[in-house]
């Protein structure tokens, strides 16, 4: 079982417990706005996605890490974030980063703080050397946790991500372990 801390949060693993905080999460409107497809309407959906998540933890090949968020303080469900690997070669692997949090908790830092903690791991100990990212151009809090904690900026492609049934532009950020690690 991972669990990676900081100064304020705990990232680890999911457990079965998680899934009325996870289901709060994935089921409000607002915070999954830029996500439709991983919105989920109902319990049993949210605990299909959880058990996915769980059932990945023991795999041998692990190719997904999705992590509960939990503010140190008070042992509280925040969100989640996870990186995903998307390619794989003898010089390592190349991973996705995602992230979403509780609207309560927007503002404070804490996706940064994760981000951070979560990008040195998988450098660290997945034998990942890019980490990747990208969010519509309109999701302004999206990309400024990206500049927020270094990452690169490699693209701008146009109406390149549908949401909710309309055209947007994305954005595309990266970073490389040696990039990372100075």
């Known amino acids: 079982m991972i669990n990676i801390t900081t100064d304020r949060l705990i990232i680890r693993d999911h457990i079965v ?13 607002e915070v999954m706005y830029f996500l439709p497809e991983t919105k989920t309407t109902s319990l049993a959906e949210s ?3 959880l058990t996915t998540a769980i059932e990945e933890i023991n795999k041998a090949n692990r190719t997904k ?6 503010n140190k303080k008070n042992n509280s469900y ?5 990186v995903t690997k998307t390619a794989e070669c003898s010089e390592g692997n190349i991973m996705n980063l ?9 503002g404070r830092g804490i996706i940064p703080e994760a981000s951070k903690a979560v990008i040195s ?3 660290d100990f997945l034998g990942t050397v890019k980490i990747e990212t990208g969010c519509a151009k309109l999701n302004n809090k999206s990309e400024r946790v990206m500049n927020k904690i270094g990452l690169i900026k490699e693209a701008e492609l146009k109406q390149h991500s549908v949401i909710n049934n309309k055209f947007y532009d994305r954005v595309e950020y990266r ?6 690690n100075n």
């Open 98 to 106: 995602g992230y979403f949090i509780i609207k309560d908790y927007w």
């Open 78 to 82: 925040i969100g989640e974030i996870g």
């Open 65 to 70: 890490f999705f992590f509960a968020i939990i």
């Open 121 to 123: 791991y998988a450098f």
């Open 47 to 49: 605990k299909k996605n």
């Open 175 to 180: 970073v490389l372990k040696e990039e990372w």
């Open 17 to 29: 417990d998680d899934l009325k905080d996870l289901h709060k999460l994935i089921s409000d409107n």
